[in-house]
C-alpha cells in the first residue's frame, strides 16, 4: 500500500524559507511522478510543482519559479519542495501526490499525502 507522508510546514516571516518533505513507501516508483498542490482557504487546489522519479525532470508553475526548488533523495524515497523568498500569498495546505505520467491535474495523481500547512506572515 503506497503512503506519502509529508513534514517541514510551519509558520514563518515574509521573504523566509521552509523545506517540506514528502516520504514515499510501499511500491518502486521508478518512472513515476511526484508533484506538490497547494490549496489555499476558500481557494481551489492548484498544482505547484512535479519531479519525475527516473529522469529528474522538473516543472513549476510560474508564481514559484526561481524561488522553489523540488528535489528528490532517492535513498531515502523522499520528494523535497525548498521554498525561498516565500510570501504571504504562499499560505496555504501543501499536499504531495504520486502518479504514473507527467500531468498538472489532481486527477493525474492517485496517491495523496494528508498535508502540512504552510502560513507565511506579512
Known amino acids: 500500500q503506497v503512503q506519502l507522508v509529508e513534514s517541514g510546514g510551519g509558520l514563518v516571516q515574509a521573504g523566509g524559507s521552509l523545506r517540506l518533505s514528502c516520504a514515499a513507501s510501499?511500491?518502486?516508483?521508478?518512472?513515476?511522478?511526484l508533484a506538490w498542490f497547494r490549496q489555499a482557504p476558500r481557494k481551489a487546489r492548484e498544482f505547484v510543482a512535479r519531479?519525475?522519479?527516473?529522469?529528474?525532470?522538473?516543472y513549476y508553475i510560474d508564481s514559484v519559479k526561481g524561488r522553489f526548488i523540488i528535489s528528490r533523495d532517492n535513498a531515502k524515497n523522499t520528494v523535497y519542495l525548498q521554498m525561498n523568498s516565500l510570501k504571504p500569498e504562499d499560505t496555504a495546505d501543501y499536499y504531495c501526490a504520486l502518479g504514473p505520467g507527467l500531468g498538472n491535474r489532481e486527477y493525474d495523481y492517485g496517491y495523496w499525502g494528508q498535508g502540512t500547512q504552510v502560513t507565511v506572515s506579512s
Open positions: 519531479i519525475n522519479w527516473s529522469n529528474n525532470s522538473t
Open positions: 510501499g511500491r518502486t516508483f521508478s518512472s513515476w511522478t
